[in-house]
């Protein structure tokens, strides 16, 4: 039976939103968290695993290193404290994706805590979201429920399970309680995803790719009344594993919570599965803060030191924060908020400020950007940087242009020269014929034919309509099969004419 | 008796190097002695007749070709050991004395077995023990129990009674246990051999199959000092794989057991290891001991260990704590037993359940189900927690008696050999003997054991405890050698001399 929900407004006029993120990401090293086996996906299963991975007999942990380079990178990108001494735990619970069963991972010492980060909502409101925590721990396996009607464990006929993935380093960025979001909240919820998902990937640290399960989100929501500050008993929905699905979930959380609570009910303490088809979630297993993982220190592995000089040149190493950068290019370049917003969402940014560097003005490599490339690439269905037009040709083509040399109909052929691989835009230019026709002589029998076809509207111009000179243009372009440079033909119409521009 | 039975294990590197035996002859020789005594003493689990004969003839043949691959021979290649079956072995299967690893066959090799394999000792078999490594007499072993040696009615310690007896009764010259609690040296001391249990950390715990993670150490079992020094070496040293290993060299262990001496060291005897529960005839051989070091210029102190009564308390929540989770590993869906339910719904749940309730023994459920508790939200604190915070106030125990000592003696255990079955239905009195040794466990610091002697009212071996400060295992046998070549010189030979006849042996005495 589905859920009873209020409307978004309904819910939003009785009760204020608490949220609560357990974000894990997939490290992108080499090797497993604790194993030399190698961290790859998509290749066959339980291909990528050895002794460790799969907890036979005598077998031992080791820390992976690189793992926790990325962890501490993690941790400072998030403005966390990054802890000197830190500790594994071992969290004790059987289930069959769980090798040794029990999972590898921090418990009282995470190796990162106390952080904060700002996160942006689209019409510029900032939230500030502090962070909990950010801990070390090993993925587990993948199980495949088969014979059921679910998918899920139960009432499977029999279930296959998949090592490749057990032992793949995590790190979970667990938030504090986020109040006063409000009716923004299921805004917020994808802008604190996107954020992480696009830190990670701007550390190097993670292949961030959602859909593969590198970035993965378990959403806590709950409601309290209007105004108060003791906080609702919450739902945990787990695995929201894209953007918008993160949006939806939250959304409908809030609205099943309002309902639940508007009829005098109480929610229940429980996981929650989201269904991307029909954007509603249903019951999980019952949770409740006494599950009981028996966690005790991993005595397989030594404590891990952080000492301040390791932990700064991880610092020295990082890049740019994503947000810090745009805020800095967008004052540089002098785009106004919808200009700079459009050109990140079509994702080019990296493109423009490569483009910039190779020589072009802000506006030039904006122009070519957003005002060709983009449109082409929509129409191949591929990213812009795939069409493979490199910031030099822009600024060759560019030059071309303010040149005079070819005009901006002529330049549009070229870039398709250029992204067909027919060679540089003055290589295509020549290979193509383009020539813009700008010896004086020619241009001025075209307009005496122009003028003369079009005594009306000459007369007009003579008249002081300037802008009626279009279509003596056209007329010009036409003839000369667009090979002239429109603007200069103007000039030439308008001191034919005795007009002053 | 064959003398290369007899001989131990520096003898017989020392023949095998100067071509006076080959190292089949040996190997064989040894795999008759076992066909010949083990249905009485079942110290075997596995014979590993081919492979071990194979390797012999290898080095054999290496030895003979002469050139660089002879010279590059390690001394021991060529001398036979056998190994607890809690190590894991390419080859031959791997039990831990549990039905519910019956059959396994592991796909590596434990560190310490790619050493050995690498010095080339023929691997003589896997040697029986209490399931899992839990227990003083071998008798939790799926498999049955071992028989003591010098008496077939009597316990031969444990959990390591194999690997004791194997080389009381001249079944291999060396063998390789585990100690988590004193299962190395109190079936040393019981059957009148030598048993090390290094410092946690200085051999790799790599492919020993964990009981309790921060308490188990791999270590030597032989009959002379020397050749427990020997084996600590060749099986010792820092190992990527396991994070626990020291990167200390401990390369210096045969020559201080060849250099034997305690002039002018001090030598402590710890108050609280001794007195109630200890048998008259253990406190007689212990005393006779020290006297023959202060004989020998040592300086004899008495030190106090006033938080050692705690230790076996601690040690009794912090090891089922560490089992429980060790243990949880073993569930039917990857390896090993798998059992079904007789009757109802066929579930994940249930299968490991069935399979958990038919693979363990009793001693085993005990002690996951102690640890399960122990560990649980709400008693976590005053049980593991505790039992950390008795830890810490035995290693401050031994920082302040090694303050006063160089060393510290007492009895491995209370009492000697007890018979098959006498303490099997009290698991307290079973707990109780390991007393002594348990101590060091918790506080990572190495103990040897070697004989010193038999009881006066049982006639069975007393075994005598060394206990150096962390790291200081050169100490140990130092100090060991000198007080076994002591006691031999009172003794006109080895105690092992004394043990009783075994098998088809018509003639009595050793050579």
Redesign the interface.
């Known amino acids: 039976m589905a859920d009873a929900t209020l409307t978004f407004d309904e819910a939003m006029e009785q009760f204020d939103p608490v949220l609560g993120f357990e974000v894990h990401v997939e490290l992108n090293t080499k090797t497993k968290m604790f194993s030399s086996a190698p961290n790859a996906f998509g290749d066959d299963p339980n291909t990528n695993v050895n002794?460790v991975d799969?907890?036979?007999?005598?077998?031992?942990?080791?820390?992976n290193k690189a793992a926790v380079e990325s962890s501490i990178k993690i941790g400072l990108a998030l403005n966390c404290e990054i802890a000197e001494s830190c500790r594994f735990a071992?969290k004790?619970y059987?289930y069959?994706d769980t090798?040794?069963?029990?999972q590898t991972s921090q418990y009282d010492e995470p190796i990162a805590h106390d952080g904060w980060i700002d996160i942006e909502l689209e019409d510029g409101e900032v939230f500030r979201v502090e962070i909990e925590r950010a801990h070390m721990e090993e993925d587990a396996g993948k199980l495949t429920h088969l014979g059921g009607a679910a998918g899920r464990?139960q009432g499977a006929e029999y279930?296959l399970?998949d090592y490749n993935r057990a032992g793949v380093p995590l790190v979970e960025i667990v938030t504090k309680p986020i109040v006063g979001a409000g009716r923004r909240a299921p805004e917020l919820a994808r802008a604190y995803v996107a954020a992480i998902r696009e830190i990670v990937k701007n550390l190097g640290v993670s292949d961030a790719r959602m859909e593969r399960g590198n970035v993965r989100c378990d959403a806590n929501v709950s409601l309290m009344p209007k105004g108060a500050t003791k906080f609702g008993i919450r739902s945990e929905t787990k695995n929201v594993n894209s953007l918008r699905s993160v949006e939806h979930a939250v959304r409908f959380e809030i609205q099943r919570h309002a309902a639940v609570l508007a009829a005098g009910a109480k929610v229940t303490q429980e996981t929650r599965h989201w269904h991307e088809d029909t954007r509603t979630t249903t019951a999980g297993r019952p949770k409740s803060d006494?599950d009981?993982y028996?966690?005790?220190p991993e005595?397989?592995?030594?404590p891990i030191h952080a000492s301040r000089e390791w932990v700064e040149s991880l610092r020295a190493q990082l890049p740019e924060p994503p947000a810090e950068r745009r805020k800095r290019l967008k004052t540089a370049w002098g785009y106004s908020d919808p200009e700079f917003r459009d050109v990140v969402n079509a994702g080019v940014m990296d493109a423009i400020e490569e483009t910039i560097s190779a020589g072009a003005s802000a506006a030039a490599a904006r122009k070519w950007w957003m005002g060709e490339i983009v449109g082409r690439a929509k129409v191949a269905d591929v990213d812009p940087a795939e069409l493979g037009v490199s910031a030099a040709a822009i600024v060759e083509l560019n030059g071309l242009v303010e040149g005079g040399k070819l005009n901006n109909k002529m330049a549009g052929q070229v870039l398709d020269g250029v992204i067909a691989g027919e060679g540089t835009p003055t290589q295509v230019m020549e290979a193509r014929g383009l020539v813009l026709v700008s010896d004086d002589g020619p241009l001025l029998e075209a307009i005496d034919a122009a003028l003369a076809a079009q005594p009306d509207v000459a007369d007009k111009i003579r008249a002081g309509k300037v802008q009626a000179v279009g279509a003596i243009v056209g007329g010009v372009m036409k003839a000369t099969r667009g090979q002239a440079d429109a603007g200069r033909v103007k000039e030439l119409i308008l001191e034919r004419l005795g007009v002053s521009a | 008796m064959n003398e290369l039975i007899t001989s131990t294990a520096a003898q017989l590197a020392a023949k095998l190097s100067a071509k006076e035996v080959s190292s089949e002859e040996v190997t064989q020789a040894h795999l008759d002695r076992i066909g010949d005594v083990d249905g009485q003493v079942h110290a075997f689990l596995h014979v590993n007749t081919e492979e071990a004969l194979t390797v012999a003839r290898e080095v054999d043949a290496i030895r003979a070709a002469g050139g660089e691959d002879a010279a590059g021979l390690h001394p021991m290649a060529g001398v036979p050991i056998a190994i607890k079956d809690l190590i894991v072995t390419v080859g031959q299967p791997t039990t831990a004395g549990s039905r519910i690893l019956e059959g396994w066959m592991s796909p590596y090799d434990a560190t310490v077995i790619k050493k050995i394999r690498a010095a080339k000792l023929p691997i003589l078999g896997k040697t029986n023990l209490d399931e899992f490594a839990m227990g003083s007499s071998t008798e939790h072993s799926a498999f049955g129990p071992t028989r003591n040696p010098w008496d077939l009615d009597r316990i031969p310690g444990g959990s390591g009674g194999g690997s004791a007896a194997a080389v009381a009764a001249f079944e291999a010259p060396l063998a390789l246990g585990t100690d988590t609690g004193g299962s190395i040296r109190q079936p040393g001391a019981v059957t009148g051999t030598v048993g090390v249990k290094p410092t946690y950390g200085a051999v790799s715990r790599y492919g020993a199959i964990a009981m309790a993670s921060s308490l188990d150490q791999i270590g030597p079992v032989s009959r002379s000092v020397l050749d427990a020094a020997l084996l600590q070496e060749l099986v010792g040293g820092h190992d990527p794989f396991d994070s626990t290993s020291l990167t200390d060299s401990f390369d210096t262990l045969a020559a201080a057991a060849r250099s034997g001496s305690v002039e002018g060291l001090r030598i402590g005897i710890v108050k609280e290891l001794g007195g109630e529960g200890f048998q008259p005839g253990v406190e007689a051989r212990f005393r006779d001991a020290v006297e023959l070091l202060r004989g020998a210029g040592a300086q004899i102190v008495e030190v106090s260990c006033p938080n050692f009564k705690y230790a076996l308390g601690a040690y009794y929540l912090i090891m089922p704590s560490e089992v429980s989770s060790n243990l949880a590993k073993f569930d039917g869906v990857r390896y090993g037993l798998r059992v079904l339910p007789q009757d109802g719904p066929l579930t994940i749940e249930r299968v490991m359940g069935a399979t958990r309730a038919a693979g363990f023994g009793a001693e085993a459920k005990r002690r996951i189900i102690l640890g399960t508790y122990a560990l649980s939200a709400g008693y976590y604190d005053a049980y593991y927690g505790s039992a950390q915070k008795v830890r810490t106030l035995i290693q401050r125990d031994f920082d302040a008696a090694f303050a006063q000592a160089d060393l510290l003696i007492s009895p491995t255990a209370p009492t000697t050999a007890f018979k098959l079955g006498e303490k099997l239905d009290d698991p307290l009195a079973m707990y109780l003997n390991d007393v002594a040794t348990i101590p060091a466990n918790l506080a990572g610091v190495p103990g040897l054991s070697l004989p010193g002697g038999l009881a006066d009212e049982d006639g069975l071996p007393v075994g005598i405890q060394l206990l150096a400060p962390a790291r200081e295992d050169a100490r140990l046998y130092r100090v060991g050698a000198a007080l076994e070549s002591l006691l031999e010189a009172q003794w006109g030979g080895p105690l092992l001399a004394k043990a009783p006849v075994l098998g088809t042996e018509k003639t009595g005495g050793v050579k």
Not at chain 1, 99 to 102: E, H, L, T
Not at chain 1, 299 to 302: A, H, K, S, T
């Open positions: 002794e799969l907890g036979l007999p005598g077998v031992l942990p080791v820390v071992r004790n059987f069959p090798p040794k069963n029990f464990i279930s399970v006494a009981d028996r966690y005790f005595p397989d592995l030594v």
